[in-house]
């Protein structure tokens, strides 16, 4: 069984950078490596809203507009980990960041039923 589990949340000021760490602890060498890892986010009051995700087959990536250009997804295959550096953080941007796995290696973009497995989520507060 896939257990997802997400790591790197924090607070941080505003125009700062976070590195946010996904990982299967049952079967690390498989479910980042075979299929596609998605983040997304959800504020209170909102939505869960996808925001990147990374394919397993050649890489592509994928960002949603609120972070294009400032957060980047990779796969880190030395620690068998997907990575999303998070960089030029807003207060906007304060939400719980969630790590989810696909059901096959492309991503299939940002409907939450589109991901068998997510992991319990990380805080990111993006305050001053």
């Known amino acids: 069984q896939v257990q997802l589990a997400e790591s790197g949340g924090g607070l941080v000021q505003p125009g700062g950078s976070l590195r946010l760490r996904c990982a299967d602890s049952k079967d690390p060498g498989i479910t980042v490596h075979y299929y596609a890892i998605a983040w997304f986010r959800q504020a209170p009051g909102k939505e869960r809203e996808g925001i990147s995700c990374?394919?397993?087959?050649?890489?592509?990536?994928t960002y949603a507009d609120s972070v294009r250009g400032r957060f980047t997804i990779s796969r880190d295959s030395a620690s068998n980990t997907v990575i999303l550096q998070m960089n030029s953080l807003k207060p906007e941007d304060t939400a719980v960041y969630y790590c989810?796995?696909?059901?096959?290696?492309?991503?299939?973009?940002?409907?939450?039923?589109?991901?068998?497995?997510w992991g319990r989520g990380t805080q990111v507060t993006v305050s001053s």
């Open positions: 989810a796995r696909g059901f096959y290696a492309y991503c299939s973009g940002w409907d939450p039923s589109e991901y068998a497995f």
């Open positions: 990374i394919s397993s087959r050649d890489d592509s990536t």
